[in-house]
């Protein structure tokens, strides 16, 4: 019966899925490709009443056996994509994203394009307005291979530029590139997403021509439009811009403070914390001794012998002058239970002065300072220190020794 007929076609169809799934796991791809071929000749051979419309499934398994099967060639998936173009109206641009994306893994960068300019002609009806999003991601990447050429193009200009020959021609091919490239890439980047590649090559073209305001702005925009979502780069590409172009302190410091709220243990905290603690403002150089201690809870940074140098700078002064032990002391009370094991081990003094002498002395300043002269790290590398007549060694066991009552301060 025609019931039966479609309960049997679904079992053999989920079987045959689970084989291939299964053939895929284990990277038999000559098996799974084997398999898909059953499982698409069963599709066609399926004479119930009910549609079957070409899967999704057959593109994306498909896909991924030829990327990996070691018979497959360029042409094979090219002729693969195609068939699949033409069945999935529905999936159009997203399939031919995906060929474009294929073409340029392999360094096919010219048929890439030419894929892309092929998918932005493409019209069929409501299906257009419907694929508004996959194709302004085709336009897009289209203009991100414009950039490519502009770039190579700069290239060639700049280097012929040196010895004082100008082509026309290849400074008119660099115009052209230029005004594609900033058509697509200016659209796609008013949409809210993350879109770090595209602002970054768009900020890249408008610096080169001199449009410094519009580069601000669009990087203003990236950062700080709330119908963006949250992303670290957006801040990290607006600080570097300022920087580069001597913006306002001020400016810097609020880049970067968001980035800190994001992302504590950025590589940029670093700069951050050296801002701040050249500030006059009280508030911004405690906020800095927090930035340097959050920074350091991470496992990336136990070894950053500027960090430590950052922190043992910022609590020496604070020692010397008796001013804000309070701030130490709060950083510290969260830490305490931790930051020993963590930071401040005999196996890590022992490690840190056979591979890193600056780091161990750095470390062994804080460490004195927060857990007292009887501290194991503290003790080891100063012994160390002095058995080796390190001048430096001696004059840091002299201090912590001197300023031990702040660390029975600090610990309350």
């Known amino acids: 019966s025609s019931h039966e007929h479609k309960l049997n076609f679904k079992k053999s ?3 045959c899925l689970s084989y291939i799934q299964d053939a895929m796991l284990q990277k038999q791809w000559k098996r799974a490709a084997e398999f898909l071929t059953f499982y698409i000749e069963s599709l066609e051979k399926d004479f119930s009443t009910e549609y079957m419309g070409p899967s999704e499934m057959i593109w994306r398994i498909g896909t991924e056996i030829l990327c990996h099967h070691s018979h497959s060639n360029m042409k094979e998936f090219n002729s693969f994509i195609e068939q699949i173009k033409t069945l999935g109206v529905k999936r159009y641009l997203k ?8 073409l340029l893994c392999n360094g096919l960068i010219d048929e890439a394009y030419q894929n892309l300019s092929l998918a932005e002609s493409w019209r069929f009806g409501e299906q257009t307005a419907i694929q508004d999003k996959e194709m302004k991601l085709i336009q897009a990447y289209r203009g991100l291979l414009d950039y490519y050429s502009w ?3 700069k290239t060639i200009l700049l280097e012929h530029g040196q010895d004082g020959f100008e082509d026309l021609s290849v400074e008119q091919e ?6 594609k490239a900033a058509v697509n890439l200016r659209e796609i980047i008013k949409i809210p997403g993350v879109w770090d590649l595209f602002v970054k090559c768009y900020v890249d073209l408008l610096e080169f021509y001199g449009d410094h305001n519009e580069a601000r702005q669009v990087l203003n925009e990236y950062a700080y439009n709330s119908k963006f979502p949250a992303n670290p780069n957006a801040h990290v590409y607006l600080y570097q811009f300022l920087k580069r172009h001597g913006g306002p302190k001020k400016s810097l410091i609020s880049a970067l403070k968001i980035l800190h709220d994001i992302v504590p243990s950025h ?3 670093i700069d951050f914390n050296t801002m701040l603690q050249k500030s006059k403002k009280r508030r911004k150089r405690r906020l800095g001794l927090e930035v340097i201690f959050a920074a350091l809870d991470y496992a990336g940074w136990k070894e950053n012998v500027k960090a430590w140098s950052c922190l ?3 609590v020496k002064q604070i020692v010397i002058s008796e001013k804000h032990l309070d701030w130490i002391k709060q950083e510290w009370n969260s ?5 020993p094991a963590f930071h401040f081990s005999r196996y890590l003094a022992k490690r840190n002065w056979q591979e890193n002498e600056s780091l161990s002395y750095e470390k062994a300043l804080v460490a004195g300072i927060l857990l ?5 790290y503290f003790k080891y590398v100063s012994h160390q220190g002095c058995k080796a007549q390190v001048k430096r060694f001696r004059m840091l066991k002299k201090f912590v020794n001197k300023h031990n009552p702040v660390y029975l301060r600090i610990s309350g």
């Not at 007292?372 to 194991?376: E, F, L, N, P, V």
Request: net charge positive; hydrophobic share 35%; glycine share 2%.
């Open 13 to 15: 169809k989920e079987v």
């Open 95 to 102: 399939v031919c994203l995906e060929h474009a994306f294929h």
């Open 335 to 339: 830490r305490k239970d931790w930051w």
């Open 151 to 153: 770039s190579k193009q």
């Open 267 to 269: 590589e940029l905290m």
């Open 372 to 376: 007292g002269k009887d501290c194991k």
């Open 174 to 179: 660099m115009h052209s590139c230029f005004r």
């Open 312 to 314: 043992a700078r910022q």
